[in-house]
């Protein structure tokens, strides 16, 4: 999957995933965090910052293309938790919400990057 296929097609799984939630707080108002959004914006370009140094390594050296992808994700990984210290360091109480939120959406980011890099290396091995 080249540069410019995975970026449409994550701007629509981004939509997708904005339209489900938008959906769940219409039904469920609790179920979402009140900085849901700020999580959002944070994790879709940081899963897309990671994809494209991913990309970049796989391409520059395909036979190392698993640690790039390893990196990548390991990256975006130490970020995510420096976001949420931060968070649970500015919020006072329990915000079982933000959690539930926040995992679930970096795993849904993951998936996608991963799959998306996963084709990458696929298309390499033919």
Known sequence: ???GKFIVSYLLYTLLLAGISIAIKHFF????AGQFWLVFGFLAGLTLIAYILADIGIKRNP???VFAILGSVI???LFAMSFVLIYSLKQTKGDMAFA???????L???????LGLLRN???QNK
Do not use: C, D, V
């Not at 108002?29 to 979402?32: S, Y």
């Not at 849904?108 to 991963?114: D, K, P, Q």
């Open 100 to 106: 539930l939120n926040f995992f679930s959406l970096y």
């Open 63 to 65: 036979q190392i293309g």
């Open 29 to 32: 108002p609790e179920a979402i």
């Open 121 to 123: 290396l696929r298309h």
């Open 1 to 3: 999957m080249g540069l």
């Open 75 to 77: 990256i975006k990984m």
């Open 108 to 114: 849904l980011f993951t998936l996608f990057e991963i």
